[in-house]
């Protein structure tokens, strides 16, 4: 079945220590986004990428960076972790705007923990 | 800006009762809406959604909801509970159709008693 892939699902790393995180998708999407959601809190986005155009959203912190090499995968780094950062991430995916429903695809999401 | 509200971010109903999740938005144009559900360590996923058209939108597991312009909101009904209903879920709303980006409410945990 076509879908979103999201490994691990849980990571620990330490405070400061470099992580990545990592998504990919068989339903060959335009566009891939990641969210953060805190504990009790609603999913927020990060930042998003049409293709290779990367989107950045005003608040993300600059600790929160993304590649995307090709269609199928996005990864997710942070570049210094801190005890806020713990968090599930979420990757999605959707189609270009225009080309189909209008409709998120999510992966299961990556727990991170930072001890 | 556009905000989404969930009114109660824990409902608990008997297994056959009514499940009634509250969601309002605030937005100046027209919104998206969209109601999704998040199952024990799954991923998100789409429930039902408002684009335009009708305005009581059925969904996946007998879910329904109705856009309420007027009132501003898109509350989500289902007329029974069932125990596999228990999980998060989640009110969204988008821009324009011309963009998939979503905001989330903050979620509404739902719990079915036997």
């Known amino acids: 079945d076509a879908m979103v892939i999201q490994n691990p699902r849980y990571q620990v790393t330490q405070f400061g220590k470099p992580v990545t995180l990592s998504c990919s998708q068989t339903?060959?999407?335009?566009?891939m986004y990641w969210y953060q959601q805190k504990s009790s809190q609603a999913p927020k986005l990060l930042f998003h990428?049409?293709?290779?155009?990367?989107?950045n959203e005003a608040d993300t912190p600059d600790n929160f960076q993304s590649r995307r090499p090709n269609t199928s995968f996005c990864f997710l780094d942070i570049r210094s972790p801190g005890l806020g950062d713990a968090a599930m991430y979420l990757c999605?995916?959707?189609?270009?705007?225009?080309?189909?429903?209008?409709?998120?695809?999510f992966g299961s999401g990556t727990q991170l923990s930072v001890l | 800006a556009q905000s989404v509200t969930q009114l109660g971010s824990h409902v608990s109903v008997s297994e056959g009762a009514l499940v009634l999740l509250r969601c309002n938005y605030s937005s100046s144009v027209p919104p998206y809406l969209f109601w999704y559900v998040q199952y024990p360590n799954q991923g998100l996923q789409l429930l039902l959604k408002y684009t335009t058209g009708a305005t009581l939108v059925k969904g996946i597991n007998g879910f329904e909801a109705e856009f309420k312009k007027s009132e501003t909101s898109f509350h989500l009904t289902k007329p029974s509970a069932h125990m596999s209903d228990a999980a998060e879920y989640f009110c969204?709303?988008?821009?324009?159709?011309?963009?998939?980006?979503?905001?989330f409410g903050a979620g509404t945990t739902v719990t079915v008693r036997a």
């Open positions: 990428y049409y293709d290779k155009d990367f989107n």
């Open positions: 339903l060959n999407h335009n566009v």
């Open positions: 969204a709303v988008s821009y324009s159709s011309n963009d998939y980006k979503l905001s």
């Open positions: 999605a995916t959707s189609r270009e705007p225009g080309q189909g429903e209008q409709k998120l695809f």
